[in-house]
């Protein structure tokens, strides 16, 4: 209910401006007169009409604080969430020991992990799956600058429909707006940690190892892509965590236009 009304005061705030757009100074004067004239425009008092432009001045300007104020508030949630949950995921073990967004195999290479486990190289098994989350743990890192562009780029109409949305409303918004952007930059890098952490090699030799067991189909996964893609998942479930928080416990909106913002949508 309380969004209904919210909504109808936006549409008649926005009226009161589309009005003080199209009512030019020279018209105003018609209104109201020349100054110090007492005429009237058919009956009505000068007055009333320069009441009813300090009125409409005054409504127009508390539509505009009000705009301000929620792409302002949203903007901070967003940016509360990279910074609190995305540079979580940049530590060590920041994907490999959260289990919501820990990177398991494809399920392409489930088989390979099963039938190495049951030729007893579990540790082998272990170290791929760490290689992989190791290299989505370098790439985040790559995230945070791409985010704040998109965060400064969110407009009333954006935050007002952000508002007023789901509980990952938020979230969703800076998907899909950076998630092309961010594939781009992470799939060299997780290219690149590979290299580095060795995750090229250990899942080659993986590999290698399961091809040579008899009897099975070989397989050769472009893990590359695969990783982006999860790590790009862990990112935007990350976010949506914190923007949970904000919008369901008043206790997780630490400054004053995070509760006076999302009260609204209460």
């Known amino acids: 209910?309380?969004?209904?009304?919210?909504?109808?005061?936006?549409?008649?705030?926005?009226?009161?401006?589309?009005?003080?757009?199209?009512?030019?100074?020279?018209?105003?004067?018609?209104?109201?007169?020349?100054?110090?004239?007492?005429?009237?425009?058919?009956?009505?008092?000068?007055?009333?009409?320069?009441k009813f432009d300090e009125s409409l001045g005054t409504l127009t300007g508390v539509f505009v604080q009000y705009s301000l104020d929620i792409a302002n508030g949203l903007r901070q949630a967003l940016d509360l969430g990279i910074d609190k949950q995305v540079t979580k995921l940049t530590q060590k073990d920041g994907f490999y020991k959260n289990e919501l967004v820990?990177?398991?195999?494809?399920?392409?290479l489930q088989k390979v992990d099963k039938a190495l486990r049951d030729i007893g190289l579990d540790?082998?098994?272990?170290?791929?799956?760490?290689?992989?989350?190791?290299?989505?743990?370098?790439?985040?890192?790559?995230?945070?600058?791409?985010?704040?562009?998109?965060?400064?780029?969110?407009?009333?109409?954006d935050a007002k429909n952000i508002l007023l949305g789901n509980d990952t409303a938020a979230t969703d918004y800076l998907e899909g707006r950076t998630k092309t952007e961010l594939y781009n930059k992470f799939n060299p890098v997780i290219k690149n940690s590979f290299d580095k952490v060795g995750a090229d090699q250990i899942w080659a030799n993986l590999i290698t190892k399961y091809n040579a067991i008899p009897f099975t189909n070989n397989v050769n996964p472009d893990l590359t892509d695969y990783v982006t893609n999860e790590a790009l998942k862990g990112v935007y479930t990350m976010i949506a965590v914190e923007e949970k928080e904000i919008r369901n416990k008043v206790s997780?909106?630490?400054?004053?236009?995070?509760?006076?913002?999302?009260?609204l949508q209460d």
């Open 1 to 50: 209910m309380f969004k209904k009304t919210l909504l109808a005061a936006v549409l008649v705030a926005a009226s009161a401006t589309a009005y003080a757009d199209l009512v030019t100074p020279t018209q105003t004067e018609t209104f109201t007169g020349v100054a110090g004239n007492d005429s009237t425009k058919e009956g009505v008092s000068p007055f009333v009409f320069d």
């Open 102 to 108: 820990k990177i398991l195999l494809p399920e392409e």
């Open 123 to 157: 540790n082998l098994a272990d170290e791929g799956i760490k290689a992989l989350n190791r290299a989505a743990e370098d790439a985040v890192s790559e995230a945070t600058p791409i985010f704040v562009n998109a965060v400064k780029g969110i407009t009333f109409n």
């Open 252 to 263: 997780s909106r630490t400054t004053d236009l995070l509760r006076k913002v999302f009260a």
